[in-house]
């Protein structure tokens, strides 16, 4: 058949045009990310329908839509059961499903739903060999109950895991690393504040971590937070 005949081919190429044609990365097209998530439908493909929830979610993200956002996130986290753990299309899907949702949880305020699906990835075939990432995705909304002493035990054991792995540029996990800076922030540990602080600049390898884009955010809230806690 045509390419244009082949339904999954369609779905991926709807999802490429959708992610390519802002020219930034992480900002999806709207529109185009809901054409591609109907042709991902129509395949029937759930690693196609996955990617194509990525988009969507990423889209809604930008356009300040948080709970539609999270919404489509637990869309996404329906089919990771359907997601074939022998396909290796399907690695990458499995991960940042798990990844997003913990993540997005945590921005929505449901802390633990949160820890939920942190605790889900530690058992994943797929994720279980990413010690550090499993480890991280709990350090967040630990630290935002108030369990300062679990949030920063696993933030270290992330970090010695980070150093096992061979220190690779690992975005991912620094909001964890950002969340263990405000555990001792507000534990008026200053020493510790400014060891964190330093861990993650290492992790992102960057000397202004907090205008790379997955951390401004989080970043910026704790630094107030901590401000607000010391009366400045």
Known sequence: AAPSDDPGVAALLAAARAWNATGEKDSPDPELAAEALAEARQADDPVLISGALAA?????REAGQLRESY???????LLLDRLPRHDPRAGAEIVDTLHAAADSAAIIGDLPAALASARRGQGDSIVIGRHELTLGMEVVPLVLQGKFDDALDHAADMWDEWQREGRPISRW?????YAAVLAHGLRGDEQGRQLWLARVSELVSSSDPTAIRGLAGF?????ARIALHRGD
Request: aromatic share 4%; glycine share 0%; no cysteine.
């Open 219 to 223: 970043a910026a809230f704790a630094d």
């Open 173 to 177: 996990i620094a909001p964890a690393s």
């Open 71 to 77: 919404r489509l996130i637990q869309e996404r986290a």
């Open 56 to 60: 969507a979610v990423a889209a809604a």
